[in-house]
C-alpha cells in the first residue's frame, strides 16, 4: 500500500504488546522479499487510543482485533474502524500460510485503493 498510495500516512500495530520493538517474523519477511517487498525496517508497535486521533481509518486483520481496537475508542471519537479484507485474514504465524495471507492482504490493499481513488470527492 505504501507504493500504490503514497500520500497516504500508513502504518501498522498490534494490539497486544508481545513483540513491541522486534521487526516482522522472519518467514513473512522471505515471503514480502520474494514479491519485491522489504519490509526487515518495520518494528512492531502497540495500538493506543491516540491512534483514533493520528488516522482517518483503522483496518483491523479480524473480528476479535476490531472488537480489541473498539475497546480503546475514546469518548466521542467518530474514526471509522473496520474489517481490512471482505473476512478475517488468517493469522500466518498459526496456518503457516504466509504466501496465503500476503495473497489476501495484497488483494485487500489493492480494492482498498481502487474504492478509495475512485469515489468522488467533495
Known amino acids: 500500500m505504501r507504493r500504490a498510495a503514497p500520500q497516504w500516512t500508513i502504518d501498522s500495530a498490534g494490539t497486544g504488546g508481545w513483540h513491541v520493538g522486534d521487526e516482522p517474523y522472519a518467514l513473512m519477511q522471505a515471503t514480502t522479499l520474494a514479491r519485491g517487498i522489504d519490509i526487515s525496517g518495520l518494528r512492531a508497535r502497540q495500538f493506543t487510543a491516540a491512534d483514533f486521533d493520528r488516522f482517518d481509518l ?8 476490531a472488537a480489541d481496537i473498539e475497546a480503546q475508542r475514546p469518548a466521542g471519537n ?16 498459526y496456518t503457516r500460510d504466509f ?4 495473497e489476501i492482504i495484497e488483494q485487500a490493499a489493492a480494492k482498498l485503493i481502487r474504492d478509495t481513488t475512485a469515489a468522488p470527492s467533495g
Do not use: S
Request: charged share 20%; proline share 7%; hydrophobic share 50%.
Open 99 to 102: 504466501a496465503g495471507a500476503l
Open 78 to 93: 467518530t474514526t471509522a474502524v473496520r474489517l481490512f479484507a471482505e473476512n478475517d485474514v488468517p493469522d500466518p504465524y
Open 58 to 65: 483503522i483496518l483491523a486483520m479480524d473480528a476479535q482485533n
